[in-house]
């Protein structure tokens, strides 16, 4: 499903997660407290290259490098475009 931003490569664009704004303790922070989450939805992915296969889909959590990726705004929203390289982890 292509929501418009077609990756090309190996890239993905990822939207980020909504950052907790409640601590475990039950306090509820203010907006600068709160710690921009490394933790995102997969939008849409690349066809990857022959020299890296595309190894995410659509609708995958994952935590990603904190510096990593273009920030673009399209539709009034905000993604990322990154590298597939700049993943690190699959979250199930």
Request: hydrophobic letters at 40%.
């Amino acid at each position: 499903m292509s929501f418009g931003i077609n990756p090309l490569g190996s890239k993905v664009v990822i939207k980020r997660l909504e950052a907790e704004e409640k601590t475990q303790g039950g306090i509820i922070l203010a907006g600068a407290a709160k710690e921009q989450p490394m933790m995102a939805k997969v939008m849409a992915v690349g066809p990857g290259t022959e020299e890296e296969k595309m190894e995410l889909k659509e609708g995958d959590k994952i935590i990603f490098s904190k510096y990593a990726g273009t920030e673009v705004k399209y539709g009034g929203e905000e993604y990322t475009i990154m590298n597939q390289s700049d993943i690190l982890a699959k979250v199930e």
